[in-house]
DNA sequence: GTCAACTGAAAAAACCTTTTCTCAAAAAAT
DNA sequence: ATTTTTTGAGAAAAGGTTTTTTCAGTTGAC
């Protein structure tokens, strides 16, 4: 047996409402526009017989005409990493009410792919773009600029006089440290990844500002060995120990706190670790759950889409980077119940 | 400052291609698709004048035409799971090569997104759709059936006399079982997630039939916790231990081996572990790394792709459902260094 | 030297909508 | 009763491409 290819029916267009309402092309389509002028008889039914028989317009012959294809592109290098997933829902979400579609193009980190991506979206007569990446301080292996179409930067860095949404690290890492303090902790460790992450040294400087100039700024890799060995070496030294941990990702935080129960040490009776991400999966799952931080990246998603799509529509934009909100998660991992107002 | 956006620059048409090499507008098509009959002096010319002043067909004008948007839906419910996005990957990877862009919809469970997705897609001309979801046996909360375009279904429950791509979990537990054996365990207990799930029941049959018809299996949740708790079962009943455990998925593996570590039972020289999923996050950060069986998910999108692309064209296709056979993935917690050809 | 066949290239139709222009009929104003 | 305004709706153009048709000029055969 052969499948069925389902392209034999015919798309019915608005000729066949014209016919079937007894009008002219036009006059059928100033009624389903609610243009021109008509008797209200005349457009009700039209309309009436337009659904009646299922018609939809061609997006296609529509784009033609009025330059707006009601597409955008998503670009991303971040195929399989947890941050572009809830831009993209974000995106979607936020264009869909709008009846704009959204291609997604994974490029990996490949720049001819990610040139031939950029010219099917651009032979596509895409409304604007969106490029997102995994890391706030890299750019996509693309060039961008000089585009016939606005282009949107999340989570991703931008071009100068761009348009870039990320998220506020050093609001987070602000929260972050000002929960552990209102459970009473003095003594906080921040425990991160690489220097060279930008996030890391905004996250480390806002923490700092918080916890006191001296406090102590620990960097390693996004593992969770490396926050395993952290409390390996904070608890190996002499003197006084920490009483709460700052942790750069809840992998890291994870790690802490596997090693601080190996150790016999409560959290959070005796430590508090706070994470950052809000990694459902890491976060939710460690014992006890994890207090972390959300860079709210769903929300950042859906501001991206509706700017890209303001550009498009030729609204203006003020250029420049927002940075937008963190959002505290509290869970057992902190003691506490809920984030103080 | 008002951000430019980009507008305003006017594409170049064939219009402007025919000019500039000083011949018709149907020359000059017929030049750049190498059809229709012309001195090969004048095609080169044609050729090089466009490439010189970097002309792009309109996709849309193309397509209103040729009925091919070049251009396909997928759809998932799936935004934040592990599952579709290396599925998304997959179909993105195999059809850019044909010039062929992916609307990406995502559609939570809510079947009227799910609708108002499909009315998008089909408004925009997709030359075909690919359901994609995080269940096998689930369907999408969507009716695809008579759409005016193909419908191909992947890692999701798909409609009678479609074409659906899914992962053999059969094959995939055998893998793991014989790789189990080849190390020399005997004792083999299946811990794994709801009976519900169909691919749960399916690899517990084919567990069963490696390992024996007596062979345990133990039925919870997908989590961390069930894993950690299924292990304090099995060693505090009183008679032998199992040798080996193989896990519904790499979460509950995990659990498993730091609980086993937790009673000071060595992973993998007492106990061999092995997960299912291969996610990279945990299959990779768990000590010792794990051993899993990976579905092949990219290629199952790659396949997809390639389908819905060949039932576009209107190349026959047989309907019904493909099981693509499952990878095993050697690393440290089942002990042994690469799998036996 | 006439006619057929072939060659190269242009003209026109088609795809489906939207929008602007035109025009006849009806209503209002003079 | 005649002119002006308003109303309703059709005709045509535009958008960018591909495909079919047409046509003039050349070549080859008889």
Redesign the interface.
């Given at each position: 047996?052969?499948?069925d290819?389902?392209?034999a029916?015919k798309?019915i267009t608005i000729h066949d409402v014209a016919a079937a309402a007894g009008v002219s092309i036009s006059t059928a389509s100033k009624a389903l526009n609610n243009t021109g002028r008509m008797g209200d008889e005349t457009r009700e039914r039209v309309k009436r017989v337009a659904s009646e028989i299922g018609f939809?317009?061609?997006?296609?012959?529509r784009?033609?005409l009025s330059k707006r294809?009601?597409?955008i592109g998503?670009l991303t290098n971040d195929?399989?990493g947890r941050f572009t997933?809830?831009v993209?829902?974000g995106v979607?979400?936020a264009l869909?009410d709008h009846?704009v579609?959204?291609?997604?193009?994974?490029i990996e980190d490949d720049p001819a792919?990610g040139q031939?991506?950029v010219?099917?979206?651009?032979?596509?007569?895409v409304d604007g773009i969106i490029a997102s990446g995994k890391r706030l301080d890299r750019r996509l292996p693309v060039d961008l600029s000089n585009?016939?179409?606005?282009?949107v930067y999340a989570f991703t860095e931008g071009a100068p006089?761009?348009?870039t949404f990320r998220s506020d690290d050093a609001h987070g890492a602000t929260l972050a440290v000002e929960w552990l303090q209102s459970m009473g902790r003095r003594r906080v460790v921040h425990v991160t990844g690489p220097k060279e992450f930008f996030s890391v040294r905004e996250r480390a400087d806002a923490f700092r500002s918080v916890a006191g100039e001296s406090a102590e700024v620990l960097c390693g890799i996004w593992?969770?060995?490396w926050g395993h060995d952290a409390v390996d070496q904070l608890w190996k030294r002499d003197g006084e120990k920490p009483d709460a941990l700052f942790c750069g990702n809840d992998?890291i935080a994870r790690g802490a706190v596997?090693a601080l129960r190996e150790r016999g040490i409560r959290v959070p009776e005796d430590v508090s670790v706070i994470g950052f991400d809000n990694w459902?999966?890491?976060a939710a799952?460690t014992?006890p759950p994890l207090t972390t931080v959300d860079m709210e990246l769903k929300e950042l998603g859906r501001q991206a889409g509706l700017t890209v799509l303001a550009?498009?529509e030729?609204r203006?934009?003020?250029?420049g980077v927002r940075k937008l909100p963190c959002r505290l998660v509290v869970r057992q991992s902190c003691g506490g119940n809920s984030p103080k107002l």
């Open positions: 047996m052969r499948l290819t389902g392209g029916k798309r939809r317009p061609n997006a296609l012959a784009g033609l294809s009601f597409t998503l195929t399989y997933l809830p993209m829902a979607s979400e869909v009846g579609s959204v291609f997604l193009c994974a792919l031939v991506h010219e099917a979206m651009l032979d596509k007569q585009l016939p179409v606005p282009v006089d761009s348009v593992s969770e060995g992998q596997d459902e999966i890491v799952q014992r550009l498009a030729g203006p934009v003020e250029p």
